[in-house]
C-alpha cells in the first residue's frame, strides 16, 4: 500500500487540529505488517519442497536421494517466495497468530512513541496494521480514568470499514477527528496546547 506525502501531510494536520482542542497526545503509527510470519512462511516452503520431491520421484523415478535432494532446493527457494505473497501468507498464518502479533506490536509501538511519558498520562496511540486488516486505540493511564476501551468500538468499526474499502488515509482523518472530540469532551486543554509527543505519521515496513 502506497501512502503519499500529500497523505501523510492531512493525516498530521488532523492530529494537530484535533490536538488543539485537548490535553490528549495522539499519534498515528501505521505498519504493513506487526510480525514477519517467518514460521508460517518457512513451514510451507518446507511442505512445498517434500511434495516436489515426491512429486520429482514419482514422475522423474529419481532413485538417488543426492539428485533429489539438490532438486528440492530450488523447491524450497520458490515455496519460500511464494509463501512471502502477502494474500497467501495470510491464509497460511492463523487468526491467533496474527491476533498475537498484532496485539504486542501495538503495545511496543506505544512504549516506542513515549506514549507512556506525557505529563498528565493523557497518550493515545492509534495502531493500524494492514496485513492483519486490524486496528486499535491504546490509552494511557491518564485517559483510562474516563475512558475505556468500548468508548474506541464505533470509531475503530468506521476506521476498519474504510480501510477495506481501500480509504486509509480518510479512515485514519476521521478516527483521529472523533477521538480528538471525546479526549476535548473528557480532557479538555487548558490555555495554549502544549505538544509534548510529534504529529508525525510513523509508517513501518515491517
Not at 70 to 93: C, D, E, S, V
Not at 171 to 197: D, M, R, T, Y
Request: with cysteine; hydrophobic share 45%.
Amino acid at each position: 500500500m502506497v501512502i503519499s506525502k500529500e497523505d501523510l501531510t492531512r493525516i498530521e494536520k488532523a492530529v494537530e487540529a484535533a490536538e488543539s482542542h485537548t490535553l490528549g497526545e495522539i499519534v498515528p503509527v501505521i505498519a504493513l505488517q506487526s510480525d514477519s510470519y517467518s514460521g508460517a512462511v518457512w513451514r510451507f516452503a518446507a511442505l512445498f519442497a517434500l511434495l516436489s520431491g515426491a512429486l520429482i520421484y514419482r514422475f522423474l523415478l529419481i532413485d538417488y536421494p543426492f539428485y533429489s535432494f539438490a532438486l528440492q532446493l530450488p523447491a524450497l527457494a520458490i515455496g519460500y517466495g511464494l509463501a512471502r505473497w502477502a494474500p497467501l501468507k495470510r491464509h497460511l498464518t492463523s487468526h491467533y497468530e496474527m491476533g498475537k502479533a498484532f496485539h504486542h506490536r501495538a503495545f511496543q509501538a506505544f512504549h516506542e512513541h513515549g506514549l507512556h511519558r506525557t505529563e498528565k498520562e493523557t497518550g493515545v496511540l492509534i495502531f493500524v496494521s494492514i496485513f492483519e486488516r486490524k486496528a486499535c486505540v491504546l490509552a494511557d493511564r491518564g485517559i483510562l480514568e474516563k475512558l475505556h476501551q468500548k468508548d474506541w468500538e464505533a470509531i475503530l468499526e468506521k476506521l476498519l470499514g474504510q480501510i477495506k474499502n481501500g480509504h486509509l488515509t480518510e479512515g485514519l482523518v476521521q478516527a483521529i477527528e472523533a477521538v480528538g472530540q471525546k479526549l476535548a469532551e473528557h480532557f479538555p486543554a487548558s490555555g495554549a496546547h502544549k505538544n509534548q509527543l510529534s504529529n508525525h505519521v510513523s509508517v513501518e515496513k515491517e
